[in-house]
């Protein structure tokens, strides 16, 4: 998330969004919070697209054998 200056949270909520290119996946991302700061950095997730290096990298971590 820090080479990308972004938090973790807005990292894993635009996986979620670029994750699956075709949209066979998730189709929108609902995130909860309890404080203002909270909503305002999730929200910075909707405001960029996770580069498609980034997207692989950890479509790589995930994948188990």
């Known amino acids: 998330a820090t080479p ?3 938090s973790a949270a807005q990292l894993a ?3 979620l969004l670029d994750a699956d290119p075709e949209g066979a996946g998730v189709d929108c991302a609902l995130f ?9 950095d999730n929200a910075g997730a909707l405001t960029w697209t ?3 290096s ?10 188990t054998d």
Do not use: F, I, T, Y
């Open 4 to 6: 990308l200056n972004r």
């Open 13 to 15: 909520l635009r996986w």
């Open 32 to 40: 909860g919070a309890k404080k203002p700061h909270q909503v305002e």
């Open 50 to 52: 996770m580069p498609q």
């Open 54 to 63: 980034v997207v692989s990298l950890l479509a790589d971590c995930e994948a």
